[in-house]
């Protein structure tokens, strides 16, 4: 018998073995288990160690503080040549924009216009911006940038300091701007 | 292993060698090598005594070698994802699923559609791992190796970003193929953990009402998930169409979130954190939001309304004749299964049931098909799907009136593509 035909012969065989039903169907008490637990406990320098979220409210924001002056250099060498010099937009959205146009045909989409929250921009400017090295901010540094970007939209004053506690207490004008559909 | 396998088939690698090469292109030269090389092995050919037969080239001449990962015909030039990036950040677009090149309703994994905002990140899968922690008893930590040994689950479903469809916002309808209007959206087969079996393991604080996920990209893209929804069908997905993720569609693991709009269905994930409270990150409040005409936003719209397009005939198609055609599109529904679709030929005055393609499934791609006679004359198709829950896909007319025109997410609105008297398909507004 060809070599073939014996690899044929041993496959058949593989499959009607198959077909018989041996041992006893009672012997199944290792089956229909409780899934394992594998989650590995992470102890609490681990849970430290992870990146934290910057919630509406300010929780999470890191401990640092910024000016709009230092912060209009960061933006003009890293953020202008997108958003434009005065926040107005070009190769990216506007950053500052009239709140009057919103129930408009054509509305602006502004910081002040649209952003409920002011804490909200530290997150995500952190892990967005810029787009060729995101994640690089020194918090400093983005706390300026905020400043100058915040001072652009006319929610604070030129010579404000801005860190977290300011950041916190910042009634943006869009805060009751929106409806909650789905929870 | 191929020297025994050699000599079983030593005749006819004979003949190959010595007679069937070159083929002609009617295949009659190698025929005839054939008839004067092989005589042994014609006795068995039923097509020996037929001169005249016009054999295939293809029988007489080897095929290509095995692949080790098949890929679609050569001719298959144009069921291709189309791309459209971010001038300014290349990693920023979409490229769309080419419905209107494929058939049935499951994506092939190559042509799901896609919507990163900074880029596919390359990443080890055997150093990645998620975290799950804050209000929870325990705070855990999941590699590959451990989520492979849980209880697996697989649905088949739709993943539909929010913004599919959006350029139909615009006042003038855009001339584009069905699928590269509203191409993103895809149907794909995902297995996974069920993210209610981690959390159940980590145990829920009573207080934990919120899952905050993110990603191991560079976009930061960030949301807030209800726990209700993340205790009901989620799934921490590793497959795709039976094979692992692709990593444009979020290697080594994603979240699938049955029905809701992709933005939600977090890539690449890294962390999911109970909260008491959303993060009302910007993807919750700023992106993925719907700007009403009264000036207020909706937001935290998960949902993907009840919709369908006709995917068969496509703008940019042109009919050589009137006759019978059969009219082939999508119907999906974020709200469960799609109950039926209609579809109009005169512009939404009448309008005949399809059939619908079994297996009809929960929050699934649903294939309809109905056969129309085209008589020649200008006429208007479109469809119109109906869900489960008994939602009835809106006209555009009457979405425009209840959204306004800047929402630019979840457009569901009814399609409608003009055959012209020349058979030109075009994309219309009615």
Known sequence: ?183 | MRRPYASVLSPVGQLNKQHAEPVGPAGLIGRRRFLQGGGALLAGSAMAGHAVAQEPASWSRPGLAFSNYGQPADDQITAIRWISENPAVPGDGVSWTPLHELEGTITPNGLHFERHHNGVPQLDASQWSVAIHGLTDRALRFDLEALHRYPMQSRIGFLECGGNSNTLWHPHPVQAAAGHLHGLVSGCEWTGVPLSVLLDEAGLDPDAQWVIADGLDASGVTVSLPIAKCLDDVLVALYQNGEALRPENGYPVRLFVPGWEGIVNIKWLRSLQLSAKPLWSKFDTVSYTDLHADGIAERMTFEMGVKSVITSPSPGQRWSSSGVYEVRGLAWSGAGTVQRVDVSADGGSNWAQAILQEPVLDKALTRFRIPWQWDGSAQTLLSRAVDSAGQVQPSRAALLEAKGGNAYHHYNATVSWQVAESGVITHVYL
Request: charged share 15%; proline share 7%.
């Open chain 1, 1 to 183: 018998m060809s070599t073939f035909k014996l690899l044929c012969r041993a496959w058949l065989l593989g499959l009607t073995s198959g077909l018989t039903v041996t041992g006893s169907l009672a012997d199944n008490s290792n089956f229909n288990v409780e899934p394992a637990a594998l989650g590995q406990p992470m102890n609490a320098d681990e849970i430290a160690s992870l990146p934290q979220h910057v919630f509406a409210d300010g929780a999470g924001l890191p401990p640092g503080q910024g000016t709009a002056q230092a912060g209009e250099v960061l933006y003009t060498e890293h953020c202008a040549s997108c958003h434009g010099s005065q926040g107005q937009g070009g190769r990216a959205v506007e950053l500052v924009g009239d709140r009057e146009l919103l129930a408009t045909e054509f509305p602006d989409r502004g910081i002040a216009v649209y952003w409920p929250y002011a804490p909200t921009l530290f997150e995500y400017v952190y892990r967005s911006m810029p787009p060729d090295k995101p994640a690089s901010w020194q918090a400093d540094e983005l706390y300026s940038i905020i400043a100058h970007v915040l001072v652009l939209n006319a929610l604070i004053e030129p010579e404000t300091v801005v860190n977290a506690q300011l950041l916190s207490t910042i009634v943006m004008p869009n805060v009751d701007g929106f409806r909650t559909v789905g929870r």
